[in-house]
């Protein structure tokens, strides 16, 4: 009993029933905070600004809305998070390059739309050819196997390669039926 009891606090809101979001900075207005990472060690409610703040280096973490009634999943994609390559610092890039609108990012945890911007600044100029990194090279750099060498619209991360690699050696698992468990922890309708 008491171990459904904890598990029924995760599925609502549980104990975090604060009106204002505890992460915002004093000089913004209160706003109700209604969403958590299910990735993040610590799932205290936010707000939408802060949400994205957080997850500028996690952008393949998975976010769930409180809906008034039940948490429904969200993309970071539409909360306006837009993952800037180039800058592992985290720092502006003054010449940000759009990628392609929906990119699709395959990781350990689901499949990923991102909003993605190339670096077209120096920072992505390479110190051996003096050229600009191309768009394949820079998502390599940010450990993102791209799906083509051409306008790459799809990426796996590296992190879902070495998984792959090691559950098909240790349970012969196949790539369809590893695909398929990633749509599901996706989107488990089916759909």
């Not at 610590?42 to 280096?57: F, G, S, Y």
């Not at 060498?149 to 590893?178: N, V, W």
């Amino acid at each position: 009993d008491d171990y459904l009891a904890v598990q029924m606090i995760l599925k609502g809101r549980g104990d975090h029933l604060s009106a204002t979001c505890p992460s915002c900075p004093s000089d913004r207005p209160p706003i109700e905070p209604t969403f958590r990472c299910i990735d993040c060690f610590h799932t205290a409610l936010c707000c939408q600004d802060c949400c994205v703040e957080r997850h500028q280096a996690n952008p393949l973490h998975r976010i769930q809305s409180w809906n008034g009634n039940h948490f429904q999943l969200v993309s970071l994609k539409r909360l306006g998070l837009v993952v800037q390559l180039g800058h592992p610092d985290g720092s502006t890039c003054p010449d940000p390059r759009n990628g392609p609108s929906k990119l699709i990012v395959i990781h350990t945890n689901g499949l990923h739309r991102i909003r993605l911007n190339y670096c077209g600044c120096s920072k992505s100029i390479s110190t051996l050819t003096r050229c600009q990194h191309q768009k394949w090279e820079q998502l390599m750099r940010a450990r993102w196997f791209p799906g083509t060498h051409i306008r790459p619209k799809t990426a796996c991360t590296f992190q879902m390669l070495e998984q792959f690699h090691i559950l098909t050696l240790s349970g012969k698992i196949t790539a369809y039926d590893y695909y398929k468990g990633l749509e599901r922890l996706t989107d488990n309708t089916g759909l």
